[in-house]
């Protein structure tokens, strides 16, 4: 019988490679597996895990709060479990005594680990919450903007996500699919609980061969694989502008469904106003949009006018509310789907993210997994999950977020298990004197990132196939009991262990409630059971699944088409906003009265952007995407993440046209510097870059010099603005970011961002 083993990237088939060794290999069933996290047992990866617990020597010797600046450069000292777990408790109740709870921020921040118990974020707020609480993040760096405006004005993220209408319904229905920011199916190499069979990819060619009309619209043409796809150029962050011209047209041509208005949606007049001028002296017409996104007036006529003549999919990828504003994009799209009235017919209306993740799309049945409750936190502050560095640097300052006023915590001390915000915050020169700040950072982790070697306290933890979980994920149509194939390398344990050992310490036994790892799989397997059994799923009992290995829901899936009960009775089915439906025009969002996000979807120029630079200024729009060969940060020094570097540097993407003006080849290793900090990346020059733009993806582990501060690996978050895309949601704004571009660089500096940190005994 096979044994298997998850990740995020899908289910992987175990076999013994000979000599004490493994060898993984995509399971069978996948139509189009990915290579991602095949090496993640290799020796490169292995040779940057976290070994033995180790505390950074001045805060060993000197104990909370010394000498933070030296945090990244300051070598470790190794010591014994014991010890570790005696330092990390006293600290948690020293500072739990002196300040409270509410000076100990959770910052859990990461994709969700594909074994449903082993997630790292559950297990530290779990454990967070058993000793008093802590202060909490809310939404995420990939949809933060999204995450407040959706649910205030149609419904929230977490639903459209796990209902968009499926991949078979779009090829059976659509005749035209337009795309703002396109569907990157590399993207959808991941799903948060695993994936058995991706799909983003055979649901685009499906469109082709169904005879679908494709249209991608943005700054990048690479980015949606079809037949025949025609790519309408469009200067970064000026989608809104683009989409209130195509609802302008549909307005002054009469051809806006005006029924559906009427029975769906609230506040249209209002909304009508403003995009004809009315309001303001200033229509937002073909005309007025083409000077904003360089998209001829024409072109953005005739495409209204194709909407509004066949059955349309829109489709907005994340990328465009992670902007100034981003908002705005997402109030629009919902305004012109509502507009062509198609929300809830097969194969109409408008998906959020097509390609984003491997789920959506999916006709899998909506079914609930296993999850470990987290328990109650009993401390009230928060924090929108990119306002960190300024709840650091800012303690007891206020911050506006979803119509009211907050204040930040007063921070002393960090526990982080799970993720690397090393990788996902912006301008990450201010996060290192934010990161100085709190007195204690303890984290637990598999690897020595960036955010490790700033630690005081680093506590090695094991990879997924060092322990005994159940893979499942939202959409996905499996169970995967994933098995131990290996043992926890050197001193590393699991994170449930490790907070198991605190708990005791700190007595607080409602952490473990007297369970094992393996009685707590039984009992999340056994709850999600009869959960799934009340929607007609049967399953095994727990021991008949560990026997089995892998259980195949996919005989349940059925077409999805989302929205189509509310269409189908409004009444029956209303929407979970103030009216019960779409409100284009949101009294409550008026009534918060911020400059920066009115009552209804409006055009604000970007913090920056191309449309602001005077003649003679050569700055590019820099995109800061997901990368292709690994998901965000994780395995950065895997072998496969490693073949697709530039002289051992992330990949910059430049137009010919731009690399030319600047004496930049193909290979060449250039520099990328704005205000805010210097990087290098290794440069591809490619025509699916409009000029004007460079695209550098995240995720090359953090890789500053000492000295100069110049970021040597190819990491964009030294350039990107570390700004609220507005005081209503508070997300990132990574894609509003101008850099000026130079090279070629010659004798650049090695790469050193997989060199473990220094290591002293104690004393010394």
């Given amino acids: 019988m096979t044994t298997y083993t998850s990740a995020h990237w899908g289910i992987r088939e175990v076999y013994d490679a000979g000599g004490g060794g493994l060898r993984l290999e995509n399971f069978a069933g996948d139509p189009d597996p990915t290579p991602i996290g095949l090496d993640q047992h290799g020796e490169r990866v292995e040779a940057v895990r976290v070994r033995h617990p180790a505390v950074r020597r001045?805060?060993?010797?000197?104990?909370?709060?010394?000498?933070?600046?030296?945090?990244?450069?300051?070598?470790?000292?190794?010591?014994?479990?014991?010890?570790?777990?005696?330092?990390?408790?006293?600290?948690?109740?020293?500072?739990?005594g002196k300040h409270g709870n509410e000076a100990i921020f959770g910052g859990s921040y990461g994709w969700s680990s594909a074994g449903r118990f082993h997630h790292a974020q559950s297990q530290v707020h779990r454990f967070l919450n058993s000793v008093g609480g802590y202060v909490r993040h809310l939404n995420s760096y990939s949809l933060g903007a999204?995450?407040?405006?959706?649910?205030?004005?149609?419904?929230?993220?977490?639903?459209?996500?796990?209902?968009?209408?499926?991949?078979?319904?779009?090829?059976?229905?659509?005749?035209?699919?337009?795309?703002?920011?396109?569907?990157?199916?590399?993207?959808?190499?991941?799903?948060?609980?695993?994936?058995?069979?991706?799909?983003?990819?055979?649901?685009?060619?499906?469109?082709?061969?169904?005879?679908?009309?494709?249209?991608?619209?943005?700054?990048?043409?690479?980015?949606?694989?079809?037949?025949?796809?025609?790519?309408?150029?469009?200067?970064?962050?000026?989608?809104t502008a683009l989409m209130l011209a195509i609802a302008w047209t549909l307005v002054d041509e009469d051809l806006a469904d005006r029924a559906f208005l009427e029975r769906y949606c609230v506040g249209f007049e209002r909304f009508e106003a403003y995009l004809m001028g009315r309001s303001d002296g200033q229509p937002r017409n073909p005309q007025w949009a083409e000077a904003i996104t360089g998209v001829p007036a024409a072109t953005i006529?005739?495409?209204?006018?194709?909407?509004?003549?066949?059955?349309?999919?829109?489709?907005?990828?994340w990328s465009l509310q992670r902007a100034s504003h981003g908002e705005q994009p997402c109030w629009m799209l919902v305004t012109l789907a509502a507009m062509l009235g198609q929300i809830g017919l097969p194969g109409g209306g408008f998906g959020f993210g097509y390609g984003a993740t491997n789920a959506l799309g999916s006709d899998e049945r909506l079914l609930s997994g296993p999850t470990l409750p987290q328990g109650r936190n009993p401390v009230s502050a928060f924090i929108p999950v990119a306002r960190i560095a300024d709840m650091l640097l800012d303690p007891g300052g206020s911050?506006?977020?979803?119509?009211?006023?907050?204040?930040?915590?007063?921070?002393?001390?960090?526990?982080?298990?799970?993720?690397?915000?090393?990788?996902?915050?912006?301008?990450?020169?201010?996060?290192?004197?934010?990161?100085?700040?709190?007195?204690?950072?303890?984290?637990?982790?598999?690897?020595?990132?960036?955010?490790?070697?700033?630690?005081?306290?680093?506590?090695?933890?094991?990879?997924?196939?060092?322990?005994?979980?159940?893979?499942?994920?939202?959409?996905?149509?499996?169970?995967?009991?994933?098995?131990?194939?290996?043992?926890?390398?050197?001193?590393?344990?699991?994170?449930?262990?490790?907070?198991?050992?605190?708990?005791?310490?700190?007595?607080?036994?409602?952490?473990?409630?007297?369970?094992?790892?393996?009685?707590?799989?039984?009992?999340?397997?056994?709850?999600?059971?009869?959960?799934?059994?009340?929607?007609?799923?049967?399953?095994?009992?727990?021991?008949?699944?560990?026997?089995t290995d892998l259980i195949d829901l996919s005989e349940h899936s059925r077409p999805v088409i989302m929205l189509e009960d509310f269409r189908n009775d409004p009444a029956a089915n209303p929407l979970v906003?103030?009216?019960?439906?779409?409100?284009?025009?949101?009294?409550?969002?008026?009534?918060?009265?911020?400059?920066?996000?009115?009552?209804?979807?409006?055009?604000?120029?970007?913090?920056?952007?191309?449309?602001?630079l005077q003649p003679g200024d050569k700055r590019l729009h820099l995109i800061s995407d997901q990368p292709q060969r690994r998901l965000h940060s994780q395995l950065d020094a895997g072998s496969y993440s490693l073949e697709g570097k530039i002289a051992g540097r992330e990949p910059v993407y430049l137009n010919p046209q731009d690399a030319a003006a600047r004496g930049i080849a193909d290979g060449d290793v250039v520099e990328l510097a704005n205000e805010r900090g210097r990087c290098l990346a290794g440069a591809i020059l490619s025509d699916d870059i409009m000029p004007g733009v460079a695209r550098l993806a995240t995720g090359a582990w953090y890789d500053p010099e000492p000295e100069t501060g110049l970021e040597k690996h190819g990491n964009p978050n030294v350039l990107t603005l570390d700004l609220g895309t507005s005081s209503l949601g508070q997300g990132s704004v990574a894609q509003t970011c101008l850099v000026e571009v130079k090279g070629p660089v010659y004798d650049a500096p090695p790469v050193t961002a997989f060199d473990p940190p220094a290591f002293v005994s104690r004393g010394s």
């Fill in 58 to 96: 001045s805060w060993l010797e000197n104990g909370p709060g010394a000498a933070p600046e030296l945090r990244g450069s300051d070598p470790f000292v190794e010591v014994e479990w014991d010890e570790a777990l005696d330092l990390v408790a006293a600290e948690l109740q020293r500072v739990r």
């Fill in 146 to 239: 999204a995450r407040v405006i959706m649910g205030r004005i149609i419904a929230p993220m977490e639903s459209l996500m796990a209902n968009h209408t499926s991949w078979d319904v779009v090829a059976q229905n659509t005749r035209l699919f337009v795309a703002f920011g396109g569907v990157p199916w590399k993207n959808a190499q991941i799903s948060a609980g695993g994936i058995a069979r991706h799909r983003v990819r055979s649901g685009l060619k499906s469109l082709g061969e169904a005879g679908i009309r494709v249209v991608n619209i943005g700054p990048v043409g690479d980015n949606l694989e079809a037949e025949g796809v025609e790519w309408i150029r469009l200067r970064p962050n000026t989608d």
């Fill in 301 to 317: 006529a005739a495409l209204a006018r194709d909407m509004a003549a066949t059955r349309t999919m829109l489709n907005m990828a």
């Fill in 399 to 547: 911050f506006a977020y979803d119509g009211a006023v907050h204040r930040y915590p007063d921070i002393r001390l960090v526990y982080w298990a799970g993720g690397n915000p090393y990788h996902h915050h912006q301008d990450l020169n201010r996060f290192v004197k934010a990161w100085n700040k709190p007195e204690t950072i303890v984290v637990h982790e598999q690897y020595w990132t960036a955010t490790a070697k700033r630690a005081d306290i680093v506590l090695p933890a094991t990879i997924s196939m060092e322990r005994n979980d159940i893979g499942y994920s939202t959409r996905e149509g499996h169970l995967v009991a994933m098995k131990r194939v290996k043992a926890p390398l050197a001193q590393a344990r699991d994170d449930y262990e490790i907070f198991a050992a605190l708990a005791a310490r700190l007595d607080a036994p409602d952490y473990t409630e007297g369970l094992s790892s393996m009685q707590w799989l039984h009992r999340l397997y056994e709850e999600s059971r009869g959960k799934m059994a009340a929607h007609g799923v049967d399953l095994p009992d727990f021991e008949t699944f560990w026997k």
């Fill in 577 to 612: 906003t103030p009216s019960g439906r779409i409100e284009i025009f949101s009294e409550t969002i008026d009534g918060f009265g911020l400059e920066d996000c009115p009552g209804h979807a409006v055009w604000r120029e970007p913090h920056e952007w191309l449309g602001q």
